[in-house]
Protein backbone atom coordinates (compact mmCIF):
# COMPACT_ATOMS: atom_id res chain seq x y z
CA UNK A 1 0.00 0.00 0.00
CA UNK A 2 2.84 2.25 0.50
CA UNK A 3 4.30 1.73 -2.49
CA UNK A 4 0.99 2.63 -4.21
CA UNK A 5 1.23 6.20 -1.87
CA UNK A 6 4.35 6.77 -3.21
CA UNK A 7 4.05 5.62 -6.94
CA UNK A 8 0.82 8.03 -6.98
CA UNK A 9 2.43 10.81 -5.96
CA UNK A 10 2.73 13.76 -8.90
CA UNK A 11 4.03 17.35 -9.05
CA UNK A 12 2.02 20.11 -9.40
CA UNK A 13 -0.24 20.92 -12.04
CA UNK A 14 0.64 23.92 -14.50
CA UNK A 15 -2.64 25.75 -12.56
CA UNK A 16 -0.87 25.05 -9.51
CA UNK A 17 2.04 26.53 -10.34
CA UNK A 18 0.41 29.95 -12.15
CA UNK A 19 -1.99 30.96 -8.92
CA UNK A 20 1.50 30.69 -6.96
CA UNK A 21 2.94 33.15 -9.19
CA UNK A 22 -0.18 35.83 -9.33
CA UNK A 23 0.14 35.29 -5.67
CA UNK A 24 3.54 36.16 -5.14
CA UNK A 25 2.90 38.97 -7.80
CA UNK A 26 0.31 40.63 -6.15
CA UNK A 27 2.32 40.70 -2.88
CA UNK A 28 4.75 42.46 -4.88
CA UNK A 29 2.82 45.30 -6.13
CA UNK A 30 1.67 45.88 -2.83
CA UNK A 31 4.87 45.97 -1.44
CA UNK A 32 7.14 48.06 -3.50
CA UNK A 33 4.97 51.25 -3.26
CA UNK A 34 4.96 50.60 0.16
CA UNK A 35 8.59 50.55 0.85
CA UNK A 36 8.96 53.40 -1.56
CA UNK A 37 7.29 55.47 1.25
CA UNK A 38 9.02 54.16 3.97
CA UNK A 39 12.25 54.88 2.22
CA UNK A 40 10.58 58.79 1.75
CA UNK A 41 9.70 59.04 5.05
CA UNK A 42 12.86 57.90 6.61
CA UNK A 43 14.82 60.94 4.30
CA UNK A 44 12.69 63.62 5.45
CA UNK A 45 12.61 62.11 9.30
CA UNK A 46 16.81 62.61 8.50
CA UNK A 47 16.33 66.10 7.40
CA UNK A 48 14.54 66.80 10.08
CA UNK A 49 17.11 65.46 12.82
CA UNK A 50 19.44 67.38 10.81
CA UNK A 51 17.87 71.02 11.20
CA UNK A 52 17.32 70.17 14.89
CA UNK A 53 20.99 69.05 15.24
CA UNK A 54 21.89 72.82 13.40
CA UNK A 55 19.32 74.77 15.93
CA UNK A 56 21.24 73.28 18.61
CA UNK A 57 24.29 74.54 17.67
CA UNK A 58 22.94 77.39 17.29
CA UNK A 59 21.46 77.44 20.35
CA UNK A 60 24.96 76.64 22.09
CA UNK A 61 26.56 79.52 19.57
CA UNK A 62 24.13 81.99 21.44
CA UNK A 63 24.68 80.74 24.94
CA UNK A 64 28.61 80.72 24.95
CA UNK A 65 28.73 84.10 22.65
CA UNK A 66 25.76 85.83 24.67
CA UNK A 67 24.95 87.99 21.73
CA UNK A 68 22.11 89.19 19.57
CA UNK A 69 23.30 87.66 16.60
CA UNK A 70 19.83 86.62 14.36
CA UNK A 71 21.36 84.59 11.63
CA UNK A 72 24.18 81.59 11.56
CA UNK A 73 25.06 80.10 8.38
CA UNK A 74 26.42 76.46 8.47
CA UNK A 75 29.92 77.54 7.49
CA UNK A 76 29.87 79.81 10.78
CA UNK A 77 28.68 77.23 12.65
CA UNK A 78 31.24 74.98 11.58
CA UNK A 79 33.91 77.05 11.83
CA UNK A 80 33.44 78.59 14.94
CA UNK A 81 33.27 74.88 16.28
CA UNK A 82 29.45 74.31 17.27
CA UNK A 83 29.20 71.83 14.55
CA UNK A 84 31.77 68.41 14.46
CA UNK A 85 30.74 68.77 10.47
CA UNK A 86 28.29 70.03 7.78
CA UNK A 87 26.09 67.17 7.71
CA UNK A 88 25.60 65.42 4.64
CA UNK A 89 22.04 65.23 2.97
CA UNK A 90 19.93 62.22 2.88
CA UNK A 91 18.60 60.56 0.20
CA UNK A 92 19.79 60.08 -3.88
CA UNK A 93 22.95 62.30 -2.99
CA UNK A 94 24.13 61.00 0.11
CA UNK A 95 27.44 61.96 -0.44
CA UNK A 96 26.66 65.84 -1.01
CA UNK A 97 26.73 67.94 2.02
CA UNK A 98 24.42 70.64 3.16
CA UNK A 99 25.23 74.40 1.45
CA UNK A 100 27.19 75.65 4.23
CA UNK A 101 26.72 79.28 2.97
CA UNK A 102 22.73 79.33 1.87
CA UNK A 103 21.59 77.10 4.84
CA UNK A 104 21.34 78.63 7.86
CA UNK A 105 19.26 79.13 11.00
CA UNK A 106 17.42 82.68 11.62
CA UNK A 107 16.85 83.32 15.43
CA UNK A 108 13.11 84.77 15.80
CA UNK A 109 12.39 86.68 18.82
CA UNK A 110 8.79 86.44 20.37
CA UNK A 111 7.88 89.38 22.20
CA UNK A 112 4.81 90.38 24.04
CA UNK A 113 2.83 94.29 23.59
CA UNK A 114 5.55 95.30 26.33
CA UNK A 115 8.10 93.96 23.84
CA UNK A 116 9.36 91.64 26.52
CA UNK A 117 10.81 88.11 24.82
CA UNK A 118 8.11 84.94 25.28
CA UNK A 119 10.16 82.83 23.66
CA UNK A 120 12.70 82.35 20.57
CA UNK A 121 12.35 80.15 17.48
CA UNK A 122 15.06 78.81 15.79
CA UNK A 123 13.81 78.76 11.60
CA UNK A 124 16.00 76.45 10.00
CA UNK A 125 16.57 76.50 5.96
CA UNK A 126 18.44 73.40 4.30
CA UNK A 127 19.64 74.47 0.84
CA UNK A 128 21.74 70.89 -1.24
CA UNK A 129 25.12 71.80 -1.93
CA UNK A 130 24.60 73.20 -5.74
CA UNK A 131 22.41 75.91 -3.70
CA UNK A 132 19.48 75.51 -5.82
CA UNK A 133 17.39 72.90 -4.31
CA UNK A 134 15.54 73.96 -0.95
CA UNK A 135 14.86 70.68 1.55
CA UNK A 136 13.64 72.45 4.57
CA UNK A 137 12.39 76.86 3.63
CA UNK A 138 12.48 78.06 7.15
CA UNK A 139 9.24 79.40 7.57
CA UNK A 140 8.61 76.98 10.59
CA UNK A 141 10.42 76.97 13.96
CA UNK A 142 12.42 73.57 13.95
CA UNK A 143 10.27 71.80 16.57
CA UNK A 144 7.29 72.17 14.57
CA UNK A 145 8.62 70.51 11.46
CA UNK A 146 6.46 67.51 9.90
CA UNK A 147 7.08 65.60 7.01
CA UNK A 148 5.25 67.52 4.78
CA UNK A 149 7.43 70.34 5.45
CA UNK A 150 10.78 68.49 4.18
CA UNK A 151 10.99 68.42 -0.01
CA UNK A 152 12.60 65.79 -2.00
CA UNK A 153 14.24 65.96 -4.90
Known amino acids: MLKRIIKNERGLTLIELLA ?3 ILGIIAAIAIPAIGAIMDN ?4 AH ?3 AKQIASAARLAI ?5 TKTSYTLKQLYDDGYLENIPKSPGKHSTKKYNKDKSKVD ?8 NNVTGILYKVTLVDDDGEFVYIDGSKDVNELTRKDVKLE
Request: hydrophobic share 40%.
Open 63 to 67: AADNN
Open 107 to 114: IVKETDEK
Open 48 to 50: IAN
Open 20 to 22: VIV
Open 42 to 45: SKKD
